[in-house]
């Protein structure tokens, strides 16, 4: 298992980690048995977003003894009524439900405390502004939640959550089709036929801003629907007309700007073991590129995806970090302090390039690497 650290919060996380929906609806002893898996692989990573009471219980139960050795994101602002889970901005109802996430879960803490699903401006400024963030911060005051976090589908949204200065976590949803579609307040937009009825190129310009922001303020990102609610892995409901494999979503996710890990939604062991394999997978196995270049409807022409393919490089450049660092620079003024060292400790630098153009050649977007290479010389110096 590969071990990230969550942005600015200090925590390690598993790359690969747990959504608890996988959890629903079974046994204590099934989810004993299957958390036993998860954990004897090294993921040590879950997210609480459900009030499902039962789930609570089996989970607090199958962490008996090792709660110490793993990272809870229980989500606040969820709640349980008529026997299905809602979503609430009510505060007694949230204090309620998070008292009971705590004593069903057999701890006094989560290591990080995540606001359910802003996605409107509206909620937004309500939830800001209003008792619900006055609650988790008290929460944080008293260490019932080491970590406030936020998640969201709306990159706009998001994006004021970051800019606030008031959490440290981003639960986003990331995956190549999400990425094309602009801002919007209706989740459904995100998987709707209509949504890719016509052609779209490169990724929208918030959702890129947003990632490069995270990885500027030293916000963590956690990733959600990394298989687009499975489409992706459908050849017949994928919007791209071909089926990725769990590896390709989750290394497409990993390597977009502050991305920690990813929670997978795994209903089986098998479908554990399928999103741990990207430990221990290939090159080749990890390329999301044939099924993304070379499209009519769907273009990323000319836009560095990070994808590794321009490598080897002759000279040792690791020529994707050099474009990730130089575009977190593009909107700043200034180069961010972190940006700036990490850059610096590149064991090799732009200004090592010897224009030989085989990364130009190898690129299967088009980029324009060695006019990048030159741009960043320009911008960091060397």
Not at 76 to 93: F, G, P
Not at 191 to 214: G, M, T, V
Not at 363 to 377: D, L, S, T, Y
Request: charged share 25%.
């Amino acid at each position: 298992m590969e071990y990230r650290i969550l942005g600015n919060t200090g925590l390690s996380v598993s790359v690969i980690a747990l959504g608890c929906e996988g959890f629903v609806g079974k046994t204590e002893e099934q989810v004993h048995s299957e958390m036993d898996f998860a954990i004897s692989k090294g993921i040590n990573f879950i997210d609480m977003y459900t009030s499902n009471p039962d789930l609570r219980s089996n989970i607090g139960k199958a962490l008996a003894g090792r709660r110490q050795q793993f990272i809870i994101q229980g989500h606040l602002c969820t709640t349980w009524e008529n026997d299905q889970y809602l979503r609430t901005r009510d505060v007694e109802k949230t204090i309620a439900s998070f008292e009971d996430q705590l004593t069903r879960l057999h701890t006094d803490y989560l290591d990080i405390g995540m606001i359910h699903y802003v996605d409107s401006e509206e909620d937004f400024h309500e939830v800001f502004n209003g008792p619900i963030i006055r609650l988790a911060l008290r929460l944080k005051e008293e260490g019932k939640i080491r970590h406030i976090g936020l998640s969201s589908h709306n990159p706009t949204v998001a994006r004021l959550a970051v800019e606030s200065g008031l959490i440290e976590v981003l639960m986003f949803s990331i995956n190549p089709c999400y990425d094309l579609q602009p801002p919007s307040e209706n989740v459904d937009d995100l998987w709707a036929d209509e949504s890719y009825a016509h052609s779209l190129e490169n990724i929208d310009p918030e959702r890129e801003k947003l990632y490069e922001l995270c990885e500027q303020k030293g916000i963590g990102l956690d990733v959600m629907k990394v298989y687009g609610g499975g489409d992706l892995l459908s050849e017949t409901n994928s919007p791209f007309g071909k089926a990725m494999t769990p590896v390709q979503c989750i290394e497409y996710a990993l390597t977009r700007p502050a991305v920690a890990s990813v929670m997978v939604g795994c209903k089986s062991c098998d479908e554990m073991q399928a999103a741990i394999n990207w430990c221990n997978a290939t090159k080749e196995e990890k390329d999301y590129t044939p099924i993304m270049a070379g499209m009519e409807k769907f273009s990323w022409q000319g836009h560095c995806m990070y994808c590794g393919h321009c490598a080897p490089c002759s000279v040792g450049i690791d020529i994707a970090s050099v474009n990730k660092y130089y575009n977190l620079t593009i909107a700043q003024n200034e180069i961010p302090e972190t940006v700036r060292e990490h850059y610096k400790t590149l064991s090799h630098h732009a200004s090592e390039c010897i224009q030989c153009g085989q990364c130009e050649t190898n690129c299967p977007f088009g980029v324009a690497i060695i006019e990048q290479m030159e741009k960043a010389v320009e911008k960091f110096g060397y």
